[in-house]
């Protein structure tokens, strides 16, 4: 499984999926995309896939997951 985490931002606590709308240049084009996100907060999702696609519009957390096992990464 690929998730993005920025543990700058917040520790990977819960897997939370993040819909964006994100530009593709050269086309101006935008796509929606549906990401993995490993977060604490939803707030704190949001902030990840912005951080990761600085271009990204119209972001909806869609779902959250608890970790297998009660684990967290960092």
């Known amino acids: 499984m690929r998730a993005l985490m920025n543990l ?7 897997l ?3 819909s964006a709308l994100v530009v593709i240049t050269p ?3 935008a ?3 549906v990401l993995r996100v490993l977060a604490d907060t939803p707030v704190g999702a ?5 951080d990761r ?5 119209s972001h909806e957390v869609l779902a959250c ?3 297998p096992g009660g684990m967290a990464w960092a």
């Open 8 to 14: 700058a931002i917040e520790p990977a606590v819960q």
């Open 16 to 18: 939370f999926e993040v």
């Open 27 to 29: 086309s101006q084009r």
């Open 31 to 33: 796509v929606k995309r």
């Open 46 to 50: 949001v902030r990840i896939v912005r």
């Open 53 to 57: 696609y600085p271009r990204s519009r």
């Open 65 to 67: 997951h608890q970790m």
